[in-house]
């Protein structure tokens, strides 16, 4: 089967013939329908600085945001069959298009803990996109940053992250505040409940957020995040486009502010995500592209090309 493949940093992503999966003990093969596109994977292939290249096998299959359908099973796993509609939700190492061969190809072996159930109606490519960009801002929100009915919670970032956060945010029953630069995206930031959309989230000062989540992590966005929360409040960080930023302590010791770091998520995220996603209640921006073009689509991330979330579909 043909296969999209990670050599190193700076090299080319290399469509290559390689041998399909089977299923080891405890493992599952999924027939991929669907694997999106990852400003992660714009970073392995282009940032020699980027905090998380592939630990796996060289060349690796990258992909790590799929979803698909059971083709074969492993000794010892339960509660499985072939068959059955899944995405996988990476909640350790090693872990598919991080650490072992992934979902840009037609199909993928993975362990049988990282699988949830795809609900029917639910079509592959937003499965697929929410293995990442559901999970990671569901649990940034709910888990993380504790947001329940009647939180005054500020989102920093309406991207394919942040859109999904601050949707969730108004189904959990909070008023929530977007901070986005770029005016553009003003109307879908409304549309999806937030009750003010300004270009910076001091503008939220006299709001006292309760919590604020940086989607943007661009340095200067956690430092007003620090400086804007309430006394006591908390703030989310998600985003990580710097790797450093200039933090005031004085606010964190004297307005005794908590700073709190997050990254991906759990099945029970996944699951909760799934739910939403299903009932219509949450729906993501996503846009498709076929198999033989996701060289080109990671290109257009990296080149800011992309509203909400790039998926490639596969063939059945």
Same mark, same amino acid.
């Given at each position: 089967?043909? *296969?999209?493949?990670? +050599? @190193? /940093? ?7 013939? !390689?041998? $399909?999966?089977? =299923? %080891? ?103 697929? *996109?929410?293995?990442? +960009? @559901? /999970? ?7 888990? !993380?940053? $504790?947001?329940? =009915? %009647? ?166």
């Amino acid at each position: 089967m043909k *296969a999209w493949q990670f +050599s @190193g /940093v700076h090299l080319p992503l290399e469509l290559n013939e !390689v041998a $399909e999966p089977v =299923a %080891g003990p405890g493992y599952v093969v999924v027939d991929v329908r669907a694997s999106g596109l990852c400003h992660s994977d714009v970073g392995m292939l282009e940032d020699q600085e980027f905090p998380f290249p592939p630990g796996g096998p060289r060349p690796m299959t990258l992909g790590h945001e799929i979803a698909g359908v059971i083709s074969a099973i492993g000794e010892g796993v339960t509660g499985w069959k072939i068959g059955d509609r899944v995405g996988i939700c990476m909640t350790n190492d090693p872990a598919p298009g991080l650490s072992e061969h992934g979902g840009f190809a037609a199909k993928v072996a993975t362990s049988a803990d990282f699988l949830v159930k795809v609900p029917d109606n639910l079509p592959f490519s937003i499965a697929a *996109a929410a293995t990442d +960009s @559901g /999970v990671a801002p569901h649990h940034a929100v709910i888990v !993380v940053g $504790e947001v329940t =009915a %009647g939180t005054k919670v500020g989102i920093m970032g309406v991207g394919g992250l942040g859109q999904m956060g601050a949707r969730i945010a108004v189904l959990a029953g909070a008023e929530v505040f977007v901070a986005e630069p770029r005016e553009d995206v003003w109307p879908m930031a409304r549309e999806l409940g937030a009750v003010r959309v300004a270009k910076d989230i001091s503008e939220f000062a006299e709001e006292n957020l309760d919590v604020i989540i940086d989607f943007a992590g661009v340095g200067s966005s956690t430092t007003a995040a620090v400086e804007t929360v309430r006394a006591g409040g908390r703030v989310v960080q998600v985003g990580m486009s710097k790797r450093t930023a200039e933090i005031s302590t004085y606010d964190i010791v004297t307005r005794r502010i908590s700073l709190l770091g997050t990254m991906g998520g759990w099945r029970s995220d996944l699951e909760s995500v799934y739910k939403l996603l299903a009932s219509g209640e949450l729906k993501p921006e996503v846009s498709t592209i076929s198999f033989d073009r996701i060289a080109d689509g990671l290109a257009r991330l990296s080149r800011g090309e992309i509203v909400g979330r790039l998926v490639a579909l596969l063939p059945e």
